[in-house]
Each structure stands twice: as C-alpha cells, then as structure tokens.
C-alpha cells in the first residue's frame, strides 16, 4: 500500500490557513466592489423632496468619495415656509393634512440630516443660529464611511400651536441620494490593524505544524 509522503499533510496544513487568509480578506473588497458596481448602474435620482418646495433650499455635491469629507447646506426661509404649511392646513381637509401637521406652524423651527452610511458632526436637531434676510442656513460636515448607495435623510422640527397646546411635530424634508465612490487605500489605513490579525493566525498555525513535524 502507498503511504503518504510525509510532506504532504505539511502542506497541506501550510495551504488551508493562507487561503483561509486569502478568503477573508477578499470578502470585503468583493462585497464593497459589488454594492459600487450595482449603484453605478443604477440610476439615481439626487433629491427627492418630501415637502413641495424648490430643491434648490438643498446644497449636495454631486460626486462623493469614501471617508472624504463633504458639505451638506439647507437654506430655508422658514417664515415663508411656516406660512406655506399654514396654508395647506387650513385648506385641507381633516385626515388628509401634509404628513399630519395639525394647528398653526410656527416660524421657529429645527433641522437634523441623519444617514447610517455617514459620520455627521452635529448630530440631533439644529437650532436656528445663522438667519440671514429671512433665510436660515444650516450646515453640516458630512463622511461616507461606506460605499456604493447611500441616503442622507433630512427632518424639520416644527413647533405647532393646537386646541391650546404647544407640542413638536417631525416631517421628513428630502432624501439625497448618493453613489458613493470606494476608497481601498484609506480603507487599508483604516483596517491595518485587523488585516495584521488575521495574519498572525495562519502564522501562529504554521509556526505550530512546523514544530510538531520538527519532532
């Protein structure tokens, strides 16, 4: 009967762990990979507003990058606004109100944008702190932390007077969408130290097999 050459189980367990290695490491790049090609080809529409009002209030750059920093602008004139909202609530029927909105919208109003794909500076509802001729402008510094399609979600915190009561309503203003671009060499820099793990265990399985068929 033909016996196995010793060498032969070594490298065996010499090759398992490296494609192991291989393996998980290509994972993530497969999957970033595939989400950007699928978003590229899909077609996306920018903005879409939530509330009919000009989407020019909205500044987003049209090309973004992963872990690159970007500025997202909402420039409103919320007395306008508050008015406009008025409007519609007092011609509406009952029931049929834009998103709910009931009593008398006041003019003083917050804004947050939130997306699980991005780091945002501010988080939660901004104030009103920089009014210019009528117009609020809120800013915010914006990272893709992942790639392919992304959505940034924009809310109104308005402040409603009705049947005696003050209380706050949330609408959704617009939805951006992006086609965020992947970033492999700061996603290395990012995960160093992972990939520096994962290769210390084949390395470890190795060092162990090649003293085990030292004896």
Do not use: C
Not at 100 to 124: C, L, N, T, W, Y
Not at 167 to 176: F, G, P, V
């Amino acid at each position: 009967m033909h016996k196995p050459e010793p060498g032969s189980g070594l490298n065996f367990n010499l090759i398992m762990p490296v494609a192991l290695l291989l393996v998980l490491l290509l994972i993530p790049f497969s999957i970033n990979s595939f989400m950007h090609f699928v978003s590229a080809k899909r077609p996306l529409n920018p903005l879409i507003m939530k509330i009919p009002i000009d989407s020019a209030a909205i500044t987003i750059p049209s090309t973004v990058k992963q872990y690159e920093d970007f500025e997202v602008v909402l420039n409103l004139e919320t007395k306008q606004f508050s008015k406009y909202l008025n409007e519609i609530v007092s011609t509406a029927s009952e029931g049929t109100a834009i998103q709910g909105i009931a009593g008398r919208v006041s003019p003083h109003m917050r804004a947050e944008i939130a997306g699980e794909g991005f780091s945002i500076d501010k988080q939660g509802p901004q104030e009103q702190l920089s009014i210019h001729n009528g117009t609020t402008r809120w800013t915010w510094r914006v990272i893709p932390e992942s790639s392919g399609a992304q959505v940034l979600k924009f809310q109104l915190y308005l402040l409603t007077h009705h049947n005696a009561q003050n209380s706050t309503k949330i609408i959704d203003l617009a939805e951006a969408n992006f086609s965020v671009q992947a970033n492999l060499p700061e996603w290395f820099k990012r995960h160093w130290l992972w990939i520096a793990s994962l290769l210390l265990v084949p390395m470890a399985v190795i060092f162990g097999l090649r003293r085990r068929y030292a004896r």
